[in-house]
Every structure is written in structure tokens, then in C-alpha cells.
């Protein structure tokens, strides 16, 4: 059972931090960490903007758009991952960092670019 102290988990929340961070300061040399989903930024965007035509990415709620951007690359790069596992981590980072409706949010997105994107588990 996951937990708080899980070490995949704190790498996640490490890595949607630096995104976080990344977003406010695009000049700066990004960290390792987030390197790849930067290298991916434009097809990842382009997958978000068509799962959530609602919502231009610069509307998205920074955080939000951090945890989205990270699971998008998961799904689309990490097919050792479980793919209820990559959901189950971005709505638990909803939940921690996020508003009320971060999680349903979050969850919408990613489920409609599961669908768009026919990514299996």
C-alpha cells in the first residue's frame, strides 16, 4: 500500500514541484528531473489542450497544469507504469497541493486523454 514516505511518491511530488516552479521562471535551466517533460512540453500540451478544450493552458491552475503535464508524460512514456497508478498518483497530488477541485480536475483530463490518446493499462 503506497504511503506518504513511499519513494516513488516523493519523486513525484519532487518532480511536479520543479514543474511548478519551471512555470513561474521558463528562463532558467530547467533540473534533470524535469528535462524529458520539457524536451515533450509541446505534444503534451497539445494532448491537455484536447482533453480539456475548456480550459487554454494558460488558464489552468499552475499547480494543476504541474501534476497534469507530469502524469501526461507518464502515460505516454512509461509503459512499465500501470496506468491506474499514474491516476491514482496525480489525484493524490491534486488532493495535497491543489484546490477543492483539483482532483476532478485532474481526473476529467487525464480520463478524456486516456480515451483520446487509446492508452491501455
Known amino acids: 500500500m503506497k504511503t506518504a514516505q513511499d519513494p516513488r511518491h516523493i519523486k513525484r511530488t ?3 514541484q520543479e514543474l511548478f516552479a519551471w512555470d ?3 528562463e532558467k535551466k530547467p533540473l534533470s528531473q524535469i528535462e524529458q517533460i520539457l524536451d515533450n512540453l509541446p505534444s503534451i500540451d497539445a494532448m491537455i489542450e ?4 475548456a480550459w487554454p493552458i494558460n488558464k489552468i491552475n499552475k499547480i494543476d497544469l504541474a501534476i497534469v ?5 507518464e502515460l505516454t512514456h512509461s509503459s512499465k507504469i500501470p496506468v ?3 491516476i491514482d498518483e ?6 495535497a497541493f491543489g484546490s477543492d477541485s ?3 480536475f485532474v481526473n476529467g483530463v487525464l480520463g478524456k486523454l486516456i480515451i483520446d490518446n487509446n492508452i491501455t493499462t
Open 69 to 73: 503535464r507530469q502524469a501526461t508524460f
Open 84 to 86: 491506474k497508478v499514474i
Open 50 to 53: 484536447k482533453a480539456a478544450p
Open 102 to 104: 483539483s482532483p476532478g
Open 24 to 26: 513561474f521562471h521558463q
Open 90 to 95: 496525480a489525484v493524490e497530488l491534486a488532493k
Open 14 to 16: 519532487e518532480i511536479m
